[in-house]
């Protein structure tokens, strides 16, 4: 599923592409995907509207429009949202948004990409539930404190998957964040040190920064915004590394379930 630097890049290429072009034509294959409205709604709410900006909360991508209302896009799985300056007949295309030079391409293998269209005045209440985003400079590591007191009994990586709690961190960055801060993922929340929050709290950081800058991470569906991939699986440390020796100890990286998601630690590094 694309996380924070993968929706964080495609965001910023498709600033590049799409603002300022009018939606002239929108096209589906896959009526389901459009959640709170129909697609004669749909249609007469986007169509001859200009894009006046795009950006992203969390994992959800916000394509603002002149007349005040926002398409909500959520890639979900393996969701991709990708801008041609021709048609591409992608098998997998099964959303397309005409604009005035190019094709706007929502492209999902599984499907459980999601439409939704908002007010631009409702924004905050649709969001209210989201937590704050790990990006935020407001996220600080008091914060982070915060966070892990009130959850105290619960299993450290579940958390930090928790969109209402911390937005932005999906399955690959959570194992790359924890191998980072030297901190096992089995552990539970309120056992962590002051010290050991530090190093979590800079770990999540460091670890989503470097990820934008490498553009996301291309391990199995992930493109950018011009359809290329990533650069940051070929810096991945532990995550679907088991089987394989930890690249500062030597320890074989073992694999494990917690939350019904696979987890990547060093059993060694990680404490
Ligand atoms: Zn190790």
Same mark, same amino acid.
């Given at each position: %599923?694309?996380?924070?630097?993968?929706?964080?890049?495609?965001?910023?290429?498709?600033?590049?592409?799409?603002?300022?072009?009018?939606?002239?034509?929108?096209?589906?294959?896959?009526?389901?995907?459009?959640?709170?409205?129909?697609?004669?709604?749909?249609?007469?709410?986007?169509?001859?509207?200009?894009?006046?900006?795009? +950006?992203?909360?969390?994992?959800?991508?916000?394509?603002? !429009?002149?007349?005040?209302?926002?398409? !909500?896009?959520?890639?979900?799985?393996?969701?991709?949202?990708?801008? +041609?300056?021709?048609?591409?007949?992608?098998?997998?295309?099964?959303?397309?948004?005409?604009?005035?030079?190019? @094709?706007?391409?929502?492209?999902?293998?599984?499907?459980?990409?999601?439409?939704?269209?908002?007010?631009?005045?409702?924004?905050?209440?649709?969001?209210?539930?989201?937590?704050?985003?790990?990006?935020?400079?407001?996220?600080?590591?008091?914060?982070?404190?915060?966070?892990?007191?009130?959850?105290?009994?619960?299993?450290?990586?579940?958390?930090?998957?928790? +969109?209402?709690?911390?937005?932005? $961190?999906?399955?690959?960055?959570?194992?790359?964040?924890? @191998?980072?801060?030297?901190?096992?993922?089995?552990?539970?929340?309120?056992?962590?040190?002051?010290?050991?929050?530090?190093?979590?709290?800079?770990?999540?950081?460091?670890?989503?920064?470097?990820?934008?800058? %490498?553009?996301?991470?291309?391990?199995?569906?992930?493109?950018?915004?011009?359809?290329?991939?990533?650069?940051?699986?070929?810096?991945? +440390?532990?995550?679907?590394?088991?089987?394989?020796?930890?690249?500062?100890?030597?320890? $074989?990286?073992?694999?494990?379930?917690?939350?019904?998601?696979?987890? @990547?630690?060093?059993?060694?590094?990680?404490?």
């Amino acid at each position: %599923m694309p996380e924070l630097p993968e929706v964080q890049t495609i965001v910023s290429d498709l600033h590049q592409t799409i603002i300022g072009q009018k939606i002239v034509n929108f096209e589906t294959a896959w009526e389901k995907a459009l959640k709170n409205t129909s697609l004669s709604e749909f249609k007469k709410t986007i169509l001859s509207q200009k894009i006046t900006d795009i +950006q992203r909360r969390g994992k959800n991508i916000l394509i603002f !429009l002149e007349n005040d209302w926002v398409i !909500l896009v959520h890639l979900k799985m393996t969701g991709q949202l990708i801008f +041609q300056n021709k048609p591409s007949k992608n098998k997998i295309l099964r959303h397309n948004f005409f604009l005035e030079s190019g @094709f706007l391409e929502f492209r999902d293998v599984r499907k459980f990409g999601s439409l939704n269209l908002v007010k631009k005045a409702d924004l905050e209440k649709y969001f209210e539930k989201l937590g704050i985003d790990a990006l935020n400079p407001k996220f600080t590591t008091q914060k982070l404190t915060k966070i892990l007191q009130k959850n105290k009994t619960k299993n450290l990586k579940s958390v930090l998957l928790e +969109q209402n709690l911390i937005t932005g $961190i999906g399955n690959i960055y959570a194992s790359e964040i924890l @191998f980072e801060a030297k901190i096992n993922p089995h552990r539970q929340t309120g056992s962590l040190s002051a010290i050991e929050i530090n190093q979590l709290h800079r770990a999540i950081k460091k670890i989503l920064r470097k990820a934008v800058r %490498m553009r996301g991470t291309s391990d199995s569906d992930y493109l950018d915004g011009y359809g290329h991939k990533g650069h940051f699986q070929e810096v991945l +440390q532990v995550y679907r590394k088991n089987g394989q020796k930890c690249p500062i100890c030597g320890t $074989i990286i073992e694999k494990s379930t917690i939350g019904q998601r696979s987890t @990547f630690y060093c059993p060694h590094c990680q404490k």
